[in-house]
């Protein structure tokens, strides 16, 4: 039987140098995978209640966005308020109608204007993006600046 000798101890060295090495290759890694995500749309949208309700009311008057499917759930019309949009490009009327009723010259915003989309339930979504699209701002082609509306959407109940 061997008896250790309590005055002599194995001294357990770390080597930090491999260490921060790894650490500085896992920083570098991950610098360079960073992704800088620009924000797709920053509206306010306020979904209708649960309870079939629309979204509680504002002081100033809404908008009213009617989208209307057709055959095969392509867009049929776009009414807004109780006049239609006739024509090839919709979206950009109603972006016109909006720009003429917020009066956009004040700068971006500035509008408190609240916008009531009332799309049919068969109609496809995509009809839906581009009506807030449409309605929440645009591209300046002078300074190449987006440009806000109207930030705050809300649906109305589905009617089936």
Same mark, same amino acid.
Do not use: C, W
């Given at each position: 039987?061997?008896?250790?000798?309590?005055?002599?101890?194995?001294?357990?060295?770390?080597?930090?140098?491999?260490?921060?090495?790894?650490? *500085?290759?896992?920083?570098? &890694? *991950?610098? *360079? !995978? &960073?992704?800088?995500?620009?924000?797709?749309?920053?509206?306010?949208?306020?979904?209708?209640?649960?309870?079939?309700?629309?979204?509680?009311?504002?002081?100033?008057?809404?908008?009213?966005?009617?989208?209307?499917?057709?055959?095969?759930?392509?867009?049929?019309?776009?009414?807004?308020?109780?006049?239609?949009? !006739?024509?090839?490009?919709? *979206?950009?009327?109603?972006?016109?109608?909006?720009?003429?009723?917020?009066?956009?010259?004040?700068?971006?915003?500035?509008?408190?204007?609240?916008?009531?989309?009332?799309?049919?339930?068969?109609?496809?979504?995509?009809?839906?993006?581009?009506?807030?699209?449409?309605?929440?701002?645009?591209?300046?082609?002078?300074?190449?600046?987006?440009?806000?509306?109207?930030?705050?959407?809300? &649906?109305?109940?589905?009617?089936?």
């Amino acid at each position: 039987m061997k008896i250790r000798h309590a005055d002599r101890r194995e001294q357990i060295v770390l080597q930090m140098t491999p260490m921060i090495d790894i650490v *500085f290759q896992l920083l570098v &890694f *991950f610098v *360079f !995978t &960073f992704k800088i995500v620009l924000p797709e749309g920053d509206f306010n949208i306020r979904m209708p209640a649960a309870t079939g309700d629309s979204a509680d009311p504002s002081e100033t008057p809404v908008i009213r966005v009617r989208l209307r499917a057709g055959e095969n759930r392509d867009l049929a019309a776009v009414e807004v308020g109780d006049a239609p949009l !006739t024509g090839a490009n919709p *979206f950009g009327q109603l972006q016109a109608r909006v720009r003429g009723m917020v009066d956009d010259s004040a700068g971006p915003g500035t509008s408190e204007q609240e916008v009531e989309i009332d799309a049919d339930y068969e109609l496809r979504y995509r009809y839906v993006i581009d009506a807030i699209t449409a309605i929440t701002g645009y591209i300046d082609p002078a300074t190449g600046e987006q440009v806000k509306l109207i930030d705050k959407v809300r &649906f109305a109940p589905v009617s089936r």
